[in-house]
Nanobody, 123 residues
Framework: VQLQASGGGLVQAGGSLRLSCAAS????????MGWFRQAPGKELEFVAA????????FYADSVKGRFSISRDNAKNTVYLQMNSLKPEDTAVYYC?????????????????WGQGTLVTVSS
């Protein structure tokens, strides 16, 4: 399994970015995909997750209403649309493939991880 995250960059507060995670190596139907982030000096934290087949989503409270996770089955790609970005959203963002179908915030429930993409939000 390979996960390739992309789309990070520098954006001003209030702006938007869309992250992509291209997945390859297996069939992903029946699994969950998640996005996590790690800010400088802080621990890895859950951002959002989606159940690949059903499209069920789950968000951290800190991003609810601003971020949206979606997937394109034909392209085996999961997206994270980030709107109304804040300086505190600055982090390296990682996509991860779940061990099962549950859209869980627990890191241990994700088996494969992408390389990360840096998002920097300036004030």
């Amino acid at each position: 399994v390979q996960l390739q995250a992309s789309g990070g960059g520098l954006v001003q507060a209030g702006g938007s970015l869309r992250l992509s995670c291209a997945a390859s190596g297996r069939t992903f139907s029946g699994y969950a995909m998640g996005w996590f982030r790690q800010a400088p000096g802080k621990e890895l934290e859950f951002v959002a997750a989606i159940r690949w087949s059903a499209g069920t989503t789950f968000y951290a409270d800190s991003v609810k209403g601003r971020f949206s996770i979606s997937r394109d089955n034909a392209k085996n790609t999961v997206y994270l649309q980030m709107n109304s970005l804040k300086p505190e959203d600055t982090a390296v963002y990682y996509c991860a493939l779940g061990r099962g179908s549950f859209t869980t915030p627990l890191q241990s429930n994700y088996a494969y991880w992408g390389q990360g993409t840096l998002v920097t939000v300036s004030s």
